[in-house]
């Protein structure tokens, strides 16, 4: 068993900030790569940032400059630096973890919502 506990989300005012947290635990030899996914209201969800296990990131246009993806390896741990966030940020977020051997898990997800 795998279990991705993430961080509580909530209420920011445009503008603002907020970090996000994941903790993989349970039955884990290696995680590969790890990111974070949203899905706000009547939209599909959509990739936010990735990170592999070595450091490489990826950001969706959306949110370049403005979100940074960070790990802790030894402590299992996915990190998302949400700046200057805006209404349209307001979403359901995820974090995904794929396990060398085991495939993709995911989280319960949280909520953000940005609003004044």
């Known amino acids: 068993q795998v279990q991705l506990r993430e961080s509580r989300g909530g209420l920011v005012q445009p503008g603002g900030s907020l970090r996000l947290s994941c903790a993989a635990s349970?039955?884990?030899?290696?995680?590969?790569?790890m990111g974070w996914y949203r899905q706000a209201p009547g939209k599909q969800r959509e990739l936010v940032a990735t990170?592999?296990?070595?450091?490489?990131?990826n950001y969706a246009d959306s949110v370049k400059g403005r979100f940074t993806i960070s790990r802790d390896n030894a402590r299992n741990m996915l990190y998302l630096q949400m700046n200057s966030l805006k209404p349209d940020d307001t979403a359901v977020y995820c974090c995904n973890v794929v396990l060398q051997f085991r495939g993709a898990y995911w989280g319960q997800g949280t909520q953000v919502t940005v609003s004044s």
């Open positions: 349970g039955n884990i030899f290696r995680i590969d790569d």
């Open positions: 990170i592999t296990r070595g450091g490489s990131t």
